[in-house]
């Protein structure tokens, strides 16, 4: 009895034909959606888009693409692409799908995939929904990008040679260095710096390598004035003072 079952199976299976339950299970194609110009949020589109397919093999020799039923376009070459304007349909919901054709003549289809046409203006209120917190975030960080060097200054001491994320900067009125503000807007050709030296207020771009060893060289410069001119008032005072023990 067991021997008759099996029999019958494996006539069941050669009636099948060749390789077709074996590709059914082996071989499926998705169709994807993504919008070229217009809105997409979810299964919701409006503007131009384009349909694809994932997962065709190398015998799937072309792809008709269908809205509601009907065909919009064919495509004999891989990667197989159709696109379409959501203005050319009535608002609201639709039907997109997707025949491939394999070389043995045999179709296989994507699954169905739901979606609904909107208008432009309701595609730029959700589209301000979503966007509007983060325009929000960039407009705040702006904010304080301004006000923050303002309020703050920069608190880093200023040392040779170091000048962090942001570069140095050659003041244009005292031709000396500085550190530019990590939070100092960002204004078409430079950053918007107060020099910690002089305390101009200036549009300065990042100083080159050269520029801003020229400009420590004269910080040095005038620290070893500076220090000569300490050097000689000590003296004089010390003069003074030995002087003064001879007089009256």
């Known amino acids: 009895m067991k021997r008759l079952w099996i029999i019958g199976l494996a006539a069941v299976l050669a009636a099948l034909p060749a390789g077709a339950a074996w590709a059914q299970a082996t071989q499926a194609i998705e169709l994807r959606v993504s919008k070229d110009f217009g809105f997409q949020a979810g299964n919701r589109l409006q503007g131009t888009i384009s349909m694809w397919v994932e997962g065709a093999g190398d015998d799937v020799g072309q792809v008709t693409f269908l809205i509601d039923g009907q065909v919009v376009g064919l495509d004999r070459e ?12 009535a608002l609201g919901m639709h039907l997109l799908s997707a025949v491939g054709l394999r070389d043995d003549g045999t179709e296989i289809a994507t699954p169905e995939r739901t979606v609904e046409f909107v208008t432009a203006e309701e595609g730029w209120r959700v589209g301000l929904r979503i966007g509007g917190p983060l325009l929000a975030l960039v407009l705040v960080i702006s904010i304080l990008g301004t006000i923050g060097p303002v309020l703050f200054g920069n608190r880093r001491p200023f040392r040779l040679g170091e000048y962090g ?43 080159t390598r050269a520029e801003l060893e020229a400009a420590e060289q004269r910080v040095r410069a005038d620290s070893q004035r500076g220090a000569l001119e300490i050097s000689d008032d000590q003296e004089r005072l010390r003069r003074e003072i030995d002087e003064s023990r001879f007089s009256d």
Request: glycine share 10%.
């Open 78 to 89: 891989p990667p197989f692409r159709q696109q379409f304007r959501t203005g050319d349909y």
């Open 165 to 207: 994320a942001s570069g140095g900067a050659v003041c244009p009125r005292c031709r000396l260095p500085y550190a530019r503000h990590v939070l100092a807007p960002n204004i078409v050709m430079g950053k918007l710096e107060r020099c910690p030296h002089c305390g101009r207020w200036a549009i300065v771009r990042a100083a």
